[in-house]
C-alpha cells in the first residue's frame, strides 16, 4: 500500500504548491533562498508564505489546531514537493513530454475534481452525470472561471506528461510466472508445526556491565559508524499544565450551575450540551451516547448512568475524561441485557486561565534567577522543579524529555553555550532551556558513544544467550519428546503447536511472514530445524503436515487477482525506484534546517 499512498500524498502537495506558486522562481530574487534544484530557486520569503497556507490550510481539515509534530513536518513536506515538482519539470522538457489541448480537455473530462463531482449543476438525481460535466467543458466561456484556467494549466503542464512519463517507465513490468507461481503457493501452502521460541530480551544483561575493553575494541573496528552531524544538549526545567484543586472546584460550580438551569427548567439538557460540553463528537447531537450497555464505557460513568432515574439528572461525575452530567433518557432490555439510552455534558479538566498565568510568572521569576546564576542554581532550592537533561540531539530529531517543542532546536544550535531561553511551550508544559554543549560535525569521541555501544552489545550478548539456552533446553529433550512441551517446565520458553496455517498469516507467538514459518513449510514432515533467528529471538521448528501446491492453476480467477496485485506493485514499484533515483543523482541544495528547524 505504500507505493499507492505515498503517490497519492505526492500529487496532492504538487497540486497545492503548483497553484500556490506558480511555474517558475527564476525570475525572482535570488536571497535569502532555502534551495535550489539546478538553477532554480527556492526563494525563503515565498516559501513561508506556502508553509503557512499549507499550515492553515490542513488544521481546517483536521478540524482544529495541528499537533506540534504535524506543524513541524510541513516545512519539508512542502520543500520536498516543490523540489519534486521542479524535477519533473525539468524532466518533461528533456523527454518533451507535452500535453496537447485535445489530451488536456479528455483528461479532465474522465479525470474530474471531486468537487466538480459533488455540486449540484453536474448531478442527475444526486449522480455525477458526465455528460453535463462534458457540455460544460464544451462551452468556451467555462474556462473564463480562474479555477478552471488553474485545472487546464495544471493538467496540460503536470498531470498529463506525468502520465506519460509513468506509462513509459511501466513498460515491461509484468511479473514472471516464477513470481506468480511464488506469491500463489505463499497464500496457499499449508502445514501445522511445533515450535519453542526464546525471546532475547530475557536475556538482556545490564549495559553498564559491558567490559569497558569490548566498548572500545568496537568504537575502533567501526569508526565510521559514529559519524555524526552537530549535535546539542540542552538543560531544561519543565513546569506541567496540570489542573490544580481550584481549577476542579471551579469546574464543579460551573456544571452545578447548568444542573441548576435543566433543573429549573430555564433551558433544557440538549441546549447546554450543545454550548457547553467539551465532547465535540456528541456535544453537537445535545449529548447523546444512544443507547449504551454496560461494559462499553469507563466504570464510574456506569455506575452512575445504570444508577439514575429516567429522565434525572446526574451530580458530576469524575472519571478519566473529566466531569460529566449525565441524563438517562430511557431504558430497555434486548437479548437478556439492560440497555440505557443516556445523554452526557463534559467539562475536560484542563488548567484554567489562572493556573496558567501563575506558572508563565513562575517561569518568569525563574529565567531572571536563571540568566544571573545559570539554570540550576535556580532551581538548587526547589522541591518541585527539577532540572533534567535532554542528552545530545541532532537537527530535526525528537528531543529528549522535551519532545516537539517549536523554538526548542533553532535554540540549541543557534545559541553560546550557557546562554538561557526565553520562556517556551506546548500544550503539555512550560519549559525554559539552556545550551549545556554543541559538538562539531565529525566522528564523536568514544566517551559521547560509550552508552549506545554498551547498548549495542548487550543487545548482541542476549541473543547469544537465548540461542545457547533454547539449544541446551532441546538437547535435554528425550528421543521421544515434543519441542511443544519446552514451555510447560521453562517460563522463558514459549512452545505449543500451531493451528493450519499459510506464510501469510500471523502465528503467535512468532509472527508475521517470518523465517520460522518460511522453514517449517520446507522442512520434510517429522524433522526438527536447528535455533532459527528472528526478529525477537531464536525458535526451533518441526513440521507435523503439509499441504503442498503442486500445480498452479494457471487460468484461475484466483491467479488472476495475483497477477493483477502484482502488475500494480511492481508499476509503483518502477516509478518511485526511478524518482528516488533521479532525486539522489540531482542537484538540490537545501537549506532548510538553516531556517525551519523547529
Known amino acids: 500500500m505504500a507505493p499507492v499512498v505515498l503517490w497519492i500524498v505526492l500529487v496532492a502537495f504538487i497540486a497545492t504548491i503548483f497553484f500556490a506558486w506558480g511555474m517558475d522562481f527564476a525570475h525572482r530574487r535570488t536571497e535569502p533562498l532555502v534551495g535550489k534544484v539546478g538553477k532554480s530557486q527556492i526563494m525563503l520569503r515565498h516559501f513561508e508564505r506556502v508553509v503557512a497556507a ?58 474530474p475534481p471531486p468537487e466538480v463531482m459533488a455540486h449540484p449543476a453536474f448531478q442527475t438525481d444526486s449522480v455525477f452525470d458526465t455528460a453535463k460535466f462534458a457540455a460544460f467543458l464544451n462551452r468556451p466561456e467555462s474556462f473564463d472561471n480562474e ?105 464543579l460550580g460551573e ?30 447531537q445535545g449529548g447523546d451516547l444512544g443507547w449504551i450497555s454496560r461494559g462499553s464505557m469507563v466504570p464510574e460513568f456506569e455506575d452512575a448512568a445504570f444508577s439514575l432515574d429516567t429522565g434525572a439528572v446526574s451530580d458530576p461525575v469524575k472519571t478519566q475524561f473529566g466531569y460529566h452530567l449525565i ?9 437478556g441485557v439492560e440497555e440505557i439510552h443516556a445523554r452526557h455534558l463534559l467539562r475536560k479538566l484542563v488548567p484554567s486561565a489562572e493556573t496558567l498565568d501563575s506558572l508563565e510568572h513562575l517561569v518568569e521569576t525563574l529565567r531572571a534567577q536563571a540568566v544571573e546564576n545559570g539554570l540550576a542554581a535556580a532551581v538548587a532550592n526547589d522541591t518541585v522543579v527539577r532540572l533534567d537533561s535532554t542528552g545530545l540531539f541532532k537537527k530535526g530529531d525528537a528531543i529528549q524529555g522535551i519532545g516537539f517543542l517549536f523554538g526548542a532546536t533553532s535554540f540549541a544550535f543557534r545559541e553560546d553555550e550557557g546562554t538561557v531561553s526565553e520562556s517556551f511551550d506546548n500544550a503539555d508544559a512550560f519549559f525554559l532551556l539552556q545550551l549545556k554543549r554543541r559538538t562539531k560535525k565529525g566522528i564523536l569521541p568514544i566517551d559521547e558513544v560509550r552508552g549506545g555501544i554498551a547498548r549495542l552489545l548487550a543487545d548482541s550478548l542476549a541473543r547469544e544467550r537465548a540461542r545457547q539456552h533454547l539449544e541446551a533446553a532441546v538437547a535435554q ?26 506464510r501469510v498469516q500471523y502465528v503467535a507467538p512468532l509472527g508475521y511472514d517470518n523465517p520460522a514459518i518460511a522453514v517449517a513449510l520446507v522442512l520434510p514432515v517429522g ?17 507435523l503436515w503439509q499441504s503442498k501446491v503442486d500445480t498452479i492453476p494457471w487460468n484461475s480467477d484466483e ?22 533515483d533521479y532525486r539522489r543523482k540531482a542537484k538540490v541544495e537545501d537549506n532548510l534546517d538553516e531556517y525551519y528547524m523547529d
Open 54 to 111: 499549507e499550515r492553515e490550510k490542513q488544521a481546517q481539515q483536521a478540524g482544529g489546531e495541528l499537533s506540534a509534530y504535524q506543524s513541524k513536518m510541513i516545512p519539508r513536506q512542502v520543500f520536498e514537493t516543490e523540489v519534486s515538482r521542479l524535477l519533473h519539470k525539468e524532466v518533461f522538457k528533456k523527454m518533451q513530454l507535452a500535453a496537447s489541448a485535445d489530451e488536456v480537455f479528455e483528461y479532465i473530462k474522465t479525470n
Open 147 to 251: 479555477g478552471m484556467r488553474q485545472l487546464e494549466q495544471y493538467t496540460a503542464e503536470f498531470l498529463v506528461p506525468m502520465g506519460k512519463l509513468r506509462r513509459l517507465l511501466e513498460v515491461g513490468r509484468v511479473p514472471s510466472r516464477v513470481e506468480v507461481a511464488y506469491e500463489y503457493r505463499r497464500r496457499n501452502e499449508r502445514c501445522v508445526f511445533t515450535y519453542a521460541m526464546v525471546n532475547s530480551s530475557a536475556f538482556s544483561p545490564d549495559p553498564s556491565t559491558i567490559d569497558p575493553a569490548s566498548i572500545e575494541a568496537y568504537y575502533e573496528a567501526n569508526p565510521d559508524s559514529f559519524f555524526s552531524e552537530s549535535q546539542a544538549e540542552l538543560s531544561y526545567i519543565r513546569l506541567p499544565k496540570e489542573t490544580t484543586a481550584e481549577d476542579e472546584k471551579l469546574y
Open 255 to 284: 456544571l452545578m450551575e447548568i444542573k441548576a438551569r435543566i433543573d429549573s427548567g430555564a433551558s433544557t439538557f440538549e441546549e447546554e450540551a450543545k454550548m457547553e460540553s467539551d465532547d465535540e463528537g456528541s456535544g453537537k
Open 327 to 335: 441524563r438517562v433518557e430511557e431504558r430497555r432490555m434486548k437479548d
Open 477 to 502: 529433550l528425550g528421543p521421544d519428546a515434543s519441542v511443544a512441551t519446552l514451555g510447560e517446565t521453562d517460563t522463558l520458553i514459549k512452545s505449543g503447536v500451531t493451528d493450519t496455517v499459510t
Open 527 to 543: 524433522k526438527q530445524s536447528p535455533a532459527i533467528q528472528s526478529a525477537a529471538g531464536f525458535c526451533v521448528v518441526k513440521p
Open 559 to 580: 491467479i488472476q487477482r495475483i497477477a493483477t496485485s502484482l502488475v500494480k506493485a511492481e508499476r509503483e514499484k518502477a516509478y518511485f525506484t526511478w524518482y528516488i
